[in-house]
């Protein structure tokens, strides 16, 4: 044990994010060091000022953002596993459980209590696997994910798969509570661009929702897929002349999106703005320097037919 990875390790030492062994051979190592137990101290007293001040609530856009992005990298992580998410470090688990005897009994009581558990369903014939599950409500907060949206043809009856603690599916109404609930919930977290494709997809046909409204612009603004995005651009159309929120979501796109089909979509939402001083800006700033040749051009179109106004 040396400075160097006792000066790297303190932070989760202070914390309690270490193993039991490490932080064991840590307090030996601080014990005899100076410096590193210095360190130690300091990241203790920045650990107590800052739980001393008030923890500002997060943002709903923001939450939802960080766990797609989270998603992603979770799917992206475990695409590039291979064949090593099938290999277990059983030597490396009976070293953690060695310095872990709390969670050995924990496990051991969990899983008694999950066996008398099933012998109790069994007794009283709680396992028919045709049973059809029952949906009294949608909970956001226990959905894992959506897996599929499918529209029966000819009809406005939308059916969701969408995983809990297992996959579970309800159907209805697309003007239902509970559906749009779930696509809502679709456009903003799913690991799927094709589900969140196909939630946009819906949401489009009743975009007077002000919680549809908002989704649409969340997923413009933070979806990775373009034609998510250009989905979204889709619906908002309507509202771009009359709603300076959708306003500033298309011109934020126009201005900063990587896809030039999606800034070229924004053009032709913006281009029936015409008394919007902001939207004569940014303009004039894409006609005289943006690096794309086209949405130059088109931008210095859009700016000969606007007005003159001061």
Same mark, same amino acid.
């Given at each position: 044990?040396?400075?160097?990875?006792?000066?790297?390790?303190?932070?989760?030492?202070?914390?309690?994010?270490?193993?039991?062994?490490?932080?064991?051979?840590?307090?030996?190592?601080?014990?005899?060091?100076?410096?590193?137990?210095?360190?130690?101290?300091?990241?203790?007293?920045?650990?107590?000022?800052?739980?001393?001040?008030?923890?500002?609530?997060?943002?709903?856009?923001?939450?939802?953002?960080?766990?797609?992005?989270?998603?992603?990298?979770?799917?992206?992580?475990?695409?590039?596993?291979?064949?090593?998410?099938?290999?277990?470090?059983?030597?490396?688990?009976?070293?953690?459980?060695?310095?872990?005897? $709390?969670?050995?009994? /924990? #496990? +051991?009581?969990?899983?008694? &209590? @999950?066996?008398?558990?099933?012998?109790?369903? %069994?007794?009283?014939?709680?396992?028919?696997?045709?049973?059809?599950?029952?949906?009294?409500?949608?909970?956001?907060?226990?959905?894992?994910?959506?897996?599929?949206?499918?529209?029966?043809?000819?009809?406005?009856?939308?059916?969701?798969?969408?995983?809990?603690?297992?996959?579970?599916?309800?159907?209805?109404?697309?003007?239902?509570?509970?559906?749009?609930?779930?696509?809502?919930?679709?456009?903003?977290?799913?690991?799927?661009?094709?589900?969140?494709?196909?939630?946009?997809?819906?949401?489009?046909?009743?975009?007077?929702?002000?919680?549809?409204?908002?989704?649409?612009?969340?997923?413009?603004?933070?979806?990775?897929?373009?034609?998510?995005?250009?989905?979204?651009?889709?619906?908002?159309?309507?509202?771009?002349?009359?709603?300076?929120?959708?306003?500033? $979501?298309?011109?934020? /796109? #126009? +201005?900063?999106?990587?896809? &030039? @089909?999606?800034?070229?979509?924004?053009?032709? %939402?913006?281009?029936?703005?015409?008394?919007?001083?902001?939207?004569?800006?940014?303009?004039?700033?894409?006609?005289?320097?943006?690096?794309?040749?086209?949405?130059?051009?088109?931008?210095?179109?859009?700016?000969?037919?606007?007005?003159?106004?001061?």
């Amino acid at each position: 044990m040396n400075c160097e990875w006792t000066r790297a390790n303190a932070a989760l030492y202070v914390y309690d994010e270490l193993k039991d062994d490490e932080r064991f051979e840590l307090e030996r190592h601080v014990e005899r060091c100076a410096g590193c137990k210095s360190e130690l101290e300091a990241l203790r007293g920045f650990r107590l000022a800052m739980s001393a001040r008030p923890a500002p609530e997060p943002s709903p856009n923001l939450v939802a953002s960080s766990r797609m992005r989270l998603s992603e990298a979770l799917e992206s992580e475990q695409q590039h596993r291979g064949w090593r998410r099938f290999t277990f470090d059983f030597a490396g688990w009976l070293q953690a459980m060695r310095f872990a005897p $709390a969670l050995t009994a /924990a #496990l +051991l009581m969990v899983g008694f &209590a @999950g066996g008398v558990l099933t012998s109790y369903r %069994l007794a009283n014939g709680d396992n028919d696997p045709q049973k059809p599950p029952v949906v009294a409500g949608v909970d956001a907060a226990n959905i894992a994910g959506i897996r599929g949206i499918t529209q029966e043809p000819g009809s406005n009856q939308v059916k969701i798969q969408y995983d809990t603690l297992h996959t579970d599916q309800t159907s209805g109404s697309i003007d239902d509570p509970r559906i749009q609930q779930l696509l809502l919930f679709a456009a903003r977290n799913n690991i799927n661009s094709g589900v969140r494709l196909d939630s946009i997809d819906l949401l489009t046909k009743s975009p007077d929702d002000a919680r549809v409204r908002e989704a649409l612009i969340f997923a413009l603004r933070y979806d990775r897929n373009p034609g998510v995005r250009l989905k979204a651009l889709e619906g908002l159309r309507s509202y771009v002349k009359d709603d300076q929120q959708v306003r500033d $979501a298309v011109l934020e /796109a #126009l +201005l900063r999106d990587s896809n &030039a @089909g999606v800034r070229t979509q924004a053009i032709s %939402l913006l281009e029936t703005v015409k008394n919007d001083s902001s939207v004569r800006q940014a303009f004039a700033a894409l006609a005289a320097q943006d690096k794309d040749k086209y949405i130059q051009e088109e931008s210095r179109r859009v700016l000969a037919n606007l007005p003159n106004f001061e």
